[in-house]
C-alpha cells in the first residue's frame, strides 16, 4: 500500500497541521520543520479522511437520531432561502435594519469610511445579524411545510464573498449565528412534536472565487484565488458553523471541486482540532445539459473525487430542474456507496429569470425518483418555496430510501 510522504518547506504551498505528521514523517523530520501538502494525490488519499472518521460525534445523540431518520424514510431538505426573501421585496434600508442603518455596524466602534456607504442591498447573508426575524420565519415555514432539515442562511458567508459588501470581518458572527437561527427553528419544531427529530445543516457556498479556472479568458493560468486562501476561508465558516450548533455540514452547489476539496481540507483540520466530527454532505452542481461540473467532472468523476471523505451523502442541486437532473442523479446512485441527496430547481429560468414549475409537477417527477430507489435526501433550489416542500413531501412519503433499498438488495 502506498504510504503519502510530507515534504519540508518550499516544495509545495498549502500547509497541513502538525498533527498530520504521524501519517508518515518524513525520515529526515525534525520537530521545528514546517509540515506541506505535497500534491493533490496526498490530498486525496484514503489515510486523511481516516483518522477524521475515526473521531467520535460532536453531537452523538443527535448524530444517532439523524441515522435512525435516514435508515427509516426519505428526509426533506427545506427549499430556496432567496426565493423566500425576495417575497419581502427589501430595499436598502430593509437590508441593514437598525444595526447597521448608520453606517457598517452600530455594534462596533469603528472610523468611517467610504465603504460605510457601500450598498448593502443582496447581501441576503447579512439578514441574519440586521433582520434575524425574517431569517427565523422562513425556517419556520419550512418546517411547518414539512422539513426534516434546514439549511443555515450562510451560503455567502465566506470572506472571498463578502468581500463584494466589504464585510469580511463579520464572516465568523455570520456563520454562529446563521447556525444558531436554524437550530433554535429546529428546536421549537420538535418541542412541538418530539417524536420528531430536525437538524441544522450548515451550509458552505462554493464562494464567488474559482481555484480551477481563470476568470480571465485572455490569461488562463491566471486565478483570482489559491487552494490556501480557501481553506483559510472555510475554516473561518466552520469554526462558526459548529459553535453556532449546526447538526450537519454540506459543501453545496460544487462547481469546481479543487474548491470543495479545500472546505474539506478545512473541515477535516477543524473536526480534529474539536476532537469530534459531524455529519457531512456534498451537493454539486451540473452547469449546463453537456452533463458536467463547471469544471469539467461529470457526476461519476465528481464522486470519486470526493469519496474519499467519506460523507454521509453526496448529491446534486442547482442549475438544472428535476427532470433535467435525473440522469445525472442517476449516475451518482450508480455508483456512490453512500446516501444520495438531490435539491433541484423548480425548473429551468424563464426569459425573466423566474422560475415556474409548480409545486405539484415538481413533486410528480420527483415521486419518480423516489420510486426508482434514487433518493434518501430531497429538498428545493433556486424557486422553491415551501408549498413546493409540503408538496414534495406528500408525495415521496410511502416510498423507502435508497439505503434501505440497498440493504435488502444486500
Known amino acids: 500500500m502506498h504510504t503519502p510522504r510530507l515534504c519540508h518547506p518550499g516544495t509545495s504551498r498549502y500547509p497541513i497541521p502538525l498533527s498530520l505528521r504521524e501519517i508518515s514523517p518524513d525520515p529526515g523530520f525534525q520537530p521545528e520543520h514546517r509540515i506541506f501538502a505535497p500534491d493533490l494525490a496526498t490530498l486525496t488519499h484514503p489515510m486523511f479522511p481516516a483518522m477524521t472518521h475515526a473521531l467520535p460525534w460532536l453531537h452523538p445523540d443527535r448524530a444517532e437520531k439523524l441515522e435512525t431518520a435516514l435508515d427509516s424514510r426519505i428526509l426533506l431538505l427545506d427549499g430556496a432561502m432567496g426565493t423566500m426573501l425576495q417575497r419581502h421585496g427589501l430595499d436598502e434600508s430593509g437590508y441593514r435594519g437598525e444595526r447597521f442603518a448608520h453606517g457598517c455596524d452600530a455594534h462596533h466602534e469603528h472610523e468611517h469610511d467610504a465603504s460605510c456607504t457601500r450598498d448593502l442591498k443582496g447581501n441576503n447573508d447579512l439578514l441574519s445579524l440586521s433582520r434575524p426575524e425574517i431569517i427565523r420565519d422562513i425556517h419556520a415555514a419550512y418546517l411547518d411545510a414539512g422539513a426534516d432539515l434546514v439549511e443555515t442562511n450562510t451560503f455567502n458567508a465566506t470572506r472571498a464573498s463578502q468581500s463584494d459588501y466589504r464585510m469580511e470581518d463579520l464572516v465568523h458572527e455570520l456563520n454562529v ?9 429546529c428546536a421549537a419544531a420538535e418541542k412541538r412534536d418530539p417524536a420528531r427529530p430536525r437538524f441544522a445543516v450548515g451550509v458552505l457556498g462554493p464562494t464567488s472565487r474559482t481555484a480551477s479556472i481563470s476568470p480571465d479568458v485572455n490569461d488562463p493560468g491566471f ?41 474539506l481540507y478545512a473541515i477535516d483540520a477543524e473536526f480534529r482540532r474539536r476532537g469530534g466530527r459531524l455529519p457531512l454532505m456534498v451537493s454539486g452542481t451540473i452547469t449546463d445539459r453537456s452533463g458536467r461540473t463547471l469544471s469539467g467532472q461529470t457526476p461519476e468523476a465528481f464522486h470519486i473525487s470526493l469519496a474519499h471523505a467519506r460523507p454521509m451523502s453526496i448529491g446534486l442541486n442547482c442549475a438544472l430542474g428535476a427532470e433535467e437532473l435525473r440522469p445525472h442523479v442517476q449516475a451518482l446512485a450508480a455508483h456512490a456507496d453512500c446516501r444520495i441527496s438531490t435539491h433541484p430547481n ?6 425573466f429569470g423566474e422560475y415556474e414549475e409548480t409545486p405539484e409537477h415538481m413533486a410528480r417527477t420527483l415521486e419518480s425518483f423516489a420510486a426508482e430507489g434514487l433518493l434518501d435526501i430531497v429538498g428545493g433550489c433556486c424557486g422553491t418555496t415551501p408549498e413546493h416542500i409540503e408538496t414534495i413531501a406528500t408525495a415521496v412519503r410511502g416510498h423507502a430510501p435508497r439505503a434501505m433499498r440497498k440493504d435488502d438488495a444486500a
Open 223 to 263: 486565478r483570482n484565488i489559491d487552494f490556501q486562501q480557501l481553506v483559510d476561508n472555510y475554516t473561518e465558516a466552520v469554526d462558526g458553523l459548529i459553535e453556532g450548533g449546526a447538526d450537519i455540514l454540506m459543501i453545496e452547489t460544487v462547481f469546481d471541486t479543487l474548491n470543495a476539496k479545500a472546505a
Open 346 to 351: 423548480a425548473g429551468l429560468p424563464n426569459a
Open 177 to 185: 449565528e446563521g447556525a444558531r437561527l436554524a437550530r433554535a427553528a
